[in-house]
């Protein structure tokens, strides 16, 4: 038994060095796909260490065997992205030039930002006493209903994308504005606090971080900000749990591991020990799913009740990992279909910050790392699409009225290069 649980860490050990190792490549050549493989592993890896050598902190155990299934597909479609984005030829290509208005269209954006706040603002002072962490879980915050929690918790969680972000992409920026963003920044926190949801505060951290290094090398000193940028948040994650009703473990390895990003993979060990292959499920889903208010349902509540033993609601602690859908779709050979779809998608995001303007290609990084924590936890492949027209468009509008600039969309979905390239205007990203 020793003997089994020493091989089976050393296969972990060489999966995360293996990784480690990959996303270094792949960050020297582009640091969103870099970013983007960061997290998507570390929303695996306490998974596979949990679930193989402390199965008792979750609540379903469906034998070792399901592990060694789960730990290859996971380790190919890793490999499959890989290779996706090592072999990804479009890092100097620009696909977008935005050039400055003769006419000055600034109130435009800042008309749509005041009343995005207001907004917001009324909706969180009318529904704050009925808002906590168990309200969204009941009501389902997932399902972009109209009623007043869902909508205030839409509005909230959106203020970073289309308000902070594009105030914060302003070269000058006067008193008042410093004073707006930090009104609104309040406002995001004070919900973060009262829902205890540390994934969107995580996610504001990481969007500020990306904004700082931005074209920067990673020298020590800025090592030490993210560092103690990373420990702050960490602090602040931890004095939340209790906003959640969640109770501190009784071991250090179980408070380490039983946290917000073990369970979105555990979607991943369920079908494969149920053998869930629903390929015209995964279909249907996505394309009921492609605006809301269409009907249909989330995969993650479809094989929920198939595959746990416990209730699982609209907000579900459970997630789902991105690399479920694929197991879903065709089963073991789904790596193929995660590392080829998933790289598809991410190399299409890429394209809204490849254009001659670096303050735009700036301000589309952080705004898509700032994405990738809910995109991968609540993975389903059809939120690539929707972010498209939900985050990109409309938040690239806003910044283009803000600082007075032209972008003509259809651009970033040209297929061959119809812009005239500008590299003395292009940082490496």
């Known amino acids: 038994m020793m003997y089994n649980d020493t091989l089976d860490a050393i296969l972990l050990i060489l999966q995360a060095l293996l990784w480690g190792c ?29 679930y193989r050598f402390f199965h008792q902190f979750s609540e379903d155990y469906w034998g070792k065997d399901v592990w060694y299934e789960f730990y290859g597909f996971v380790s190919l479609s890793l490999l499959t992205l890989f290779l996706f984005f090592r072999l990804n030829k479009e890092k100097f290509r620009v696909y977008n030039v935005v050039y400055k208005k003769k006419s000055n269209t600034k109130w435009i954006g800042w008309s749509i930002i005041i009343i ?13 006493a009925l ?18 929690i869902t909508v205030t918790d839409t509005l909230v969680k959106s203020i970073p994308a ?9 070269n000058n920026k006067t008193i ?11 406002i995001f926190f004070t919900y973060a606090f009262i829902t205890g949801n540390r994934s969107d505060m995580l996610s504001f951290f990481v969007a500020i971080t990306l904004l700082w290094i931005y074209g920067r090398k990673l020298r020590l000193k800025q090592i030490i900000y993210l560092g103690t940028f990373a420990i702050l948040f960490l602090y602040i994650a931890g004095q939340m749990s209790d906003l959640r009703g969640i109770e501190s473990g009784s071991s250090l390895a179980e408070t380490l591991l039983k946290q ?4 979105p993979a555990y979607n991943i060990l369920g079908v494969q020990a149920k053998q869930i292959v629903t390929p015209m499920t995964v279909i249907s889903s996505n394309i009921h799913k492609i605006f809301p208010s269409m009907g249909g349902e989330w995969l993650y509540m479809v094989i929920g009740p198939k595959i746990f033993s416990f209730d699982v609601s609209a907000s579900a602690s459970a997630g789902f990992h991105s690399f479920t859908e694929g197991y879903l779709f065709v089963g073991f050979c789904g790596f193929l279909y995660n590392g080829i779809v998933m790289g598809a998608l991410i190399t299409l995001w890429y394209r809204f910050m490849r254009t001659n303007d670096d303050n735009f290609n700036r301000f589309m990084f ?6 990738f924590f809910a995109i991968i936890s609540r993975g389903q492949y059809v939120h690539y699409i929707r972010n498209i027209y939900m985050n990109f468009l409309p938040v690239s509008f806003i910044y283009a009225q803000l600082n007075n600039v032209n972008i003509h969309y259809l651009g970033f979905f040209q297929t061959r290069k119809r812009v005239k390239k500008d590299n003395n205007s292009l940082l490496a990203i």
Do not use: Q
């Open 22 to 50: 990959a996303i270094y490549i792949i960050w020297g050549k582009n640091r969103l796909f870099g970013l983007f493989c960061m997290v998507l592993y570390l929303y695996l890896l306490p998974t596979e260490i949990t």
């Open 116 to 128: 995005y706040s207001v907004v917001t603002s009324y909706y969180l002072y009318t529904n704050i």
């Open 131 to 148: 808002i906590s962490y168990h309200s969204l879980v009941e009501n389902g915050n997932e399902g972009f209903g109209l009623d007043s």
């Open 162 to 170: 289309f308000v902070i972000l594009p105030l914060l992409s302003l």
């Open 176 to 186: 008042l504005t410093k004073v707006f963003i930090l009104y609104n920044i309040i």
């Open 260 to 263: 917000d990003y073990m369970a």
């Open 366 to 371: 952080a705004l898509m790392g700032c994405l």
